[in-house]
């Protein structure tokens, strides 16, 4: 499955991404506070790479039916903020499934990008599928396309949720929609638009839940673990 979605932040950017599994890596990347990139499909220098896979011993992929050697990518690179130099360094993060990371082939072309990540100083961390496909991917992928409010909605959002963690306080053990539904009663705005502002919250970490949980608003607020974090 190929995915086309919006860049995190850079308007009329495009994000393509090859797989689900790549989707739901995309989505916890970006939501990590040390991510300042992330670039997709990132290609390594060939000659590098030739140069790793004569060293390993390592047949080096090439096109089908031809001896011409095909560049390698990472499935993401990313510029990441350390805290304790406030500089920034570089991470590279391929994505497999856990069958496919243990094919002999796949774990040769894994050893040379992480081979060029050695040489570069690159920290390197395979993400696999097992660990990305949880009930918290879903409800990101879910909360993704409301990372934006609209402009006409940023005010509205300052009254809604002082609102919304009133009566979340009054009443913990309510159903989520019906906390929405009278935040946005108070703020004088519909429901849809509580909705969306809620779940603005939630992906910018306004508010905070149990990411165990599914992303159903019929559940009680107490069982979904809401609570605001401002």
Not at 1 to 30: C, D, G
Request: glycine share 4%.
């Amino acid at each position: 499955m190929k995915t086309k979605i919006p860049h995190f932040e850079i308007p009329y950017r495009i994000v393509h991404l090859l797989s689900q599994n790549e989707l739901w890596a995309y989505l916890e990347l970006i939501r990590n506070p040390l991510v300042i990139e992330v670039y997709e499909q990132y290609a390594l220098p060939l000659e590098e790479t030739l140069a790793s896979a004569e060293f390993l011993g390592v047949k080096h992929p090439v096109y089908p039916g031809t001896k011409t050697p095909i560049i390698q990518t990472i499935d993401f690179m990313c510029d990441m903020y350390d805290l304790e130099t406030g500089s920034s360094y570089q991470a590279a993060f391929p994505v497999k499934q856990p069958e496919d990371a243990m094919r002999y082939r796949t774990a040769e072309k894994l050893a040379l990008q992480e081979a060029y990540c050695v040489t570069k100083g690159i920290h390197y961390e395979l993400l696999l599928s097992d660990k990305l496909r949880t009930v918290k991917s879903v409800s990101l992928e879910c909360l993704y396309r409301h990372r934006k409010l609209p402009m006409h909605y940023a005010r509205v959002a300052d009254r809604w949720l002082p609102n919304f963690f009133g009566c979340l306080f009054d009443d913990r053990h309510a159903r989520t929609a019906h906390l929405i539904d009278r935040a946005s009663n108070a703020t004088g705005v519909k429901y849809e638009t509580g909705v969306t502002i809620f779940y603005n919250a939630l992906w910018h970490k306004k508010i905070e839940m149990n990411w165990l949980k599914p992303l159903k608003l019929e559940m009680a607020a107490s069982d979904l673990g809401l609570y605001p974090n401002v």
